[in-house]
Each structure stands twice: as C-alpha cells, then as structure tokens.
C-alpha cells in the first residue's frame, strides 16, 4: 500500500483516492476522468479505424478477426431490439459498448500504480499530494455525461421519426388520451408524465452505471486494507484476485446494460404510445 495508508490509516487511504484531480472551472472539472476517457476513447477509434482500414476479404488476421465478433455481436443485439435502419445505431451501440468497456476496465488497474509512477519522477511528497482516479465511470460527472448525450440522441430520433409537431402533441395527448374539453384538462398531466419518463431515463444509465463502478472501486479499496499487514497479506492477495475475477463480469455486464437500454429506448423514442 502507499505512504497514504501507513500515515492516515484505511480512511486516509480512502479518501486519497477517491480525491479526484480537479482544475477549478466553474465549481470544479475533473481534469483526471476526462483525460482518461479521451485517451481510451481515441484509442478505440485509433483500433477500430485501423482494422477497419486494413480488412480483407479474404482469411481475416486474428485482430479482424476478433473486432469482426464484436461488431457482429452488438449488430445481432441490435437487431433484435431496434426493428429500423440500424445504420446510425449499430455504430452508436458498438461506440457505447467498447467505450464503457475501456474505461470500466481501468478498475483493474492496481489502485497504487499512479501514485508509484509520480513518486518514482518526482518523489514521495508529490505522490502524497497527487490525485489521479483512473476510472471514468466512478465519476458521476461521466456517466451523467454520457447519459445525456444519449438524451439528445433519443430527442433526435423521436422528432425525426414522428416531426416536430407529432413530437409535441404526443407529449400533450399521451399516455392518457382524452377526447373534447377533456383533452385540454388532461394535457398538463400528460405533459408533466412525458417529463418525467424522459427524464428518469438518463438518470437511471447514469446512476446504475456510476453505482456499480464505484462500488467496485471502493471494494478493491478496502481489500487493500488487508494488505497492510502481514497478517492479513496473504488473504488480502487471495480476495483481491477473486474479486478482480468476478469484476470482470460487471466491467462487461455494465457496458452490454448500458448499450441495450440507449437501443431499446431508441427503439421506444421512434415509436408512438
């Protein structure tokens, strides 16, 4: 463990890193989430762009080979929930699903490894005052982000499959549909209901994306704790590997949740109540 725990105990290990790397813009702008987003987001473009460029008709490489599962992966989950032209949501499936993946995926990183590679070019003090969580999605701020933008995506749908103005008289005449003055009476309440579905859906990938991931983080957080002794070492090691183990089940279940609900609710964004 780091110099952290030995001066602060478990808590002050904790803390330390679940201290994000904040530059102050506003009331604060994760510097730390969004460098390792972007960096794991281009080398996913970078990956993909590049087997996609050198594929071949022919008896594919291992590389093609495996980008061309999980293209047909998430194509196959799409088609099975999205019934349209898949054209634009195939690509945004797999973007969501590889992305998540990626930046899920750094919770496998030894949680000490940043601290070791500032204390190793600049010394124990800048490592004690140096925060740099490398989990993107233990960020509310991201997967609040992401979520939103899968907000506008949804809009962007429902308006160019039912117009602007079939858009809106949905949202005043549904779910509870009236005839006559009863109609008028109604469209309030309507209104207020479609709010509150759109709304609530952004929320609940953000928040069930966000929970899982930081729940995961602060588990190895606190099986690191075992190993600040040498009696408890040894089952530190033995539970931190079975808990690595079994996190690799969230880090992709988290992603495939998060790609099939953006397509079923495409899906639902396009069709009328």
């Given at each position: 463990?780091?110099?952290e725990a030995a001066t602060g105990g478990l808590n002050g290990y904790i803390s330390h890193h679940l201290t994000h790397n904040t530059i102050q813009i506003g009331s604060g702008f994760n510097f730390?989430?969004?460098?390792?987003a972007l960096v794991l987001g281009l080398i996913f473009v970078m990956w993909f762009g590049s087997k996609a460029r050198k594929a071949?008709?022919?008896?594919?490489?291992?590389?093609q080979a495996?980008?061309?599962?999980?293209?047909?992966?998430?194509d196959g989950q799409v088609k099975d929930t999205f019934h349209g032209d898949r054209r634009s949501v195939t690509p945004l499936a797999l973007t969501i699903f590889m992305w998540i993946v990626f930046m899920n995926?750094?919770?496998?990183?030894?949680?000490d490894l940043p601290g070791w590679l500032v204390q190793t070019v600049a010394g124990a003090e800048a490592a004690h005052h140096t925060y740099f969580r490398v989990v993107p999605t233990a960020d509310l701020n991201t997967t609040l982000a992401l979520s939103t933008s899968v907000f506008f995506i949804l809009l962007g749908h429902a308006i160019a499959a039912k117009g602007g103005f079939g858009f809106g008289k949905?949202?005043?005449t549904a779910p509870f549909h009236a005839h006559g003055p009863m109609a008028i009476v109604m469209a309030p309440v309507n209104l207020l209901m479609n709010i509150i579905e759109w709304l609530v859906k952004p929320v609940s990938l953000a928040m069930r994306l966000f929970g899982n991931m930081y729940g995961g983080e602060?588990?190895?957080?606190?099986?690191?704790?075992?190993m600040a002794s040498w009696f408890t070492f040894l089952p530190g090691i033995i539970a931190n590997a079975a808990w690595a183990i079994f996190h690799?089940?969230?880090?992709?279940l988290q992603a495939f949740i998060f790609m099939i609900l953006t397509v079923v609710y495409i899906a639902g964004a396009r069709e009328g109540h």
């Open positions: 463990m780091s110099s730390d989430s969004w460098i390792v071949t008709a022919g008896v594919p490489s291992k590389g495996f980008v061309e599962i999980i293209l047909e992966f998430v995926t750094m919770d496998l990183i030894p949680l949905e949202l005043l602060l588990v190895f957080m606190l099986i690191a704790g075992l690799i089940l969230i880090i992709l």
